[in-house]
């Protein structure tokens, strides 16, 4: 009345790739398309992770703001 459990994955999660996906006429279907998958000539050689990447350490940070601020400064008392 019991059969073993088979074994491997189902559903193809094994054989998943968002390369795949790009192809695909149905990828607007799957989550996180738009970034896993980007196809179009918008993403060609972009970098569609940039929000994610942390370049910069805090003290180069703190010295653009610094010279964004006194840039700024400097046009406000020029207009005044």
Do not use: C
Not at 10 to 15: F, K, L, T
Not at 45 to 66: A, F, L, Q, T
């Amino acid at each position: 009345m019991f059969e073993p459990i088979r074994g491997g994955t189902r559903g193809g999660q094994a054989e998943f790739k968002w390369t795949d996906v790009s192809a695909d006429k149905d990828r607007e279907n799957y989550l996180g398309h738009s970034i896993n998958a980007p196809t179009g000539r918008w993403q060609k050689n972009k970098d569609v992770h940039w929000y994610s990447r942390d370049n910069k350490n805090e003290s180069e940070r703190e010295e653009e703001i610094r010279k964004i601020k006194e840039a700024e400064a400097e046009a406000l008392s020029a207009a005044l």
